[in-house]
C-alpha cells in the first residue's frame, strides 16, 4: 500500500512539474532561432502583447521580437484597472516607443479587462486589416487559455502562433516551490476546463 501511494506521489509530482506547464505554456517557435523561410519559423502579420500579471514582462518580450524581425506591427491590448489614469495598452505602446518602436507601427485596444475581451476586441481589427497570421505573447502560465480565447473570436482564417514569456515576475522556472505559482497553474487550468464546457453547454 505504501509502496502505491509513493508512485501515485511520484507520478503527480511528474504531472505538475512536467506535463502541465509545457501544457499551460506551449511556445511555437522554442526551435526557431529567428524568423525564416522554414514553415514553423515564418513570419507574422502582427505581434499580440495582452496586458495582466507581469504586464511590462509581456510588452519587453512583444518588442524583442519586433526587433528580431517576426513582425512590423505591434497590438497592445488591455484596459487598466484603475480608470483614473491611462490604460494599460497606452502605457505599453508607451514603452514601446521609449525603446524604439516606430509610433505608426503600434496599434492599442484599450478595453479589454478578460482574456475573453482581449480577443474579442482585438479580433475585429484583425479582420479589417486582413491579418490572417500573428504571434500571441502573454505570460506562460496564460499562454493556452488566451490561445483558446483567441482562435475562438478569429476562427481558422488566422493563425495563432504561441510565444510565451519563459519567465516573469509572477512565474519563475520553480512555479511549483511557491503558493502563489501553483494557484496560477491550477486556476488556469480550471479555466480552461471552464472554456470547454462552455463549448459543449
Not at 506521489?9 to 526557431?32: A, E, F, H, Q, R
Not at 524581425?69 to 491590448?77: E, N, P
Not at 483567441?150 to 516573469?168: C, K, L, M, T, Y
Request: hydrophobic share 45%; with cysteine; aromatic share 10%.
Amino acid at each position: 500500500m505504501i509502496k502505491v501511494f509513493a508512485v501515485f506521489v511520484i507520478v503527480m509530482i511528474v504531472l505538475t512539474v512536467v506535463v502541465l506547464p509545457s501544457y499551460l505554456g506551449p511556445n511555437d517557435i522554442k526551435n526557431c532561432e529567428g524568423p525564416s523561410e522554414q514553415t514553423d519559423c515564418q513570419s507574422v502579420d502582427a505581434i499580440i502583447a495582452v496586458s495582466g500579471g507581469d504586464t511590462i514582462a509581456r510588452t519587453d518580450e512583444a518588442i524583442a521580437l519586433y526587433k528580431a524581425g517576426w513582425s512590423g506591427l505591434l497590438i497592445f491590448s488591455g484596459a487598466a484597472a484603475d480608470t483614473t489614469g491611462p490604460s494599460n495598452a497606452e502605457v505599453m505602446q508607451r514603452r514601446a516607443i521609449d525603446k524604439g518602436v516606430d509610433p505608426s507601427m503600434i496599434f492599442i485596444e484599450e478595453f479589454s479587462r478578460t482574456t475573453a475581451e482581449n480577443a474579442k476586441n482585438t479580433a475585429g481589427f484583425l479582420s479589417k486589416n486582413n491579418i490572417d497570421r500573428v504571434m500571441l505573447v502573454t505570460s506562460s502560465y496564460h499562454q493556452r487559455r488566451a490561445s483558446l480565447e483567441f482562435q475562438s473570436r478569429v476562427g481558422d482564417e488566422v493563425e495563432i502562433v504561441n510565444h510565451p514569456v519563459a519567465s516573469d515576475k509572477q512565474w519563475s522556472y520553480f512555479w511549483w516551490l511557491q503558493p502563489s505559482g501553483l494557484y496560477l497553474a491550477y486556476s488556469e487550468l480550471f479555466k480552461i476546463i471552464l472554456f470547454y464546457v462552455r463549448g459543449i453547454i
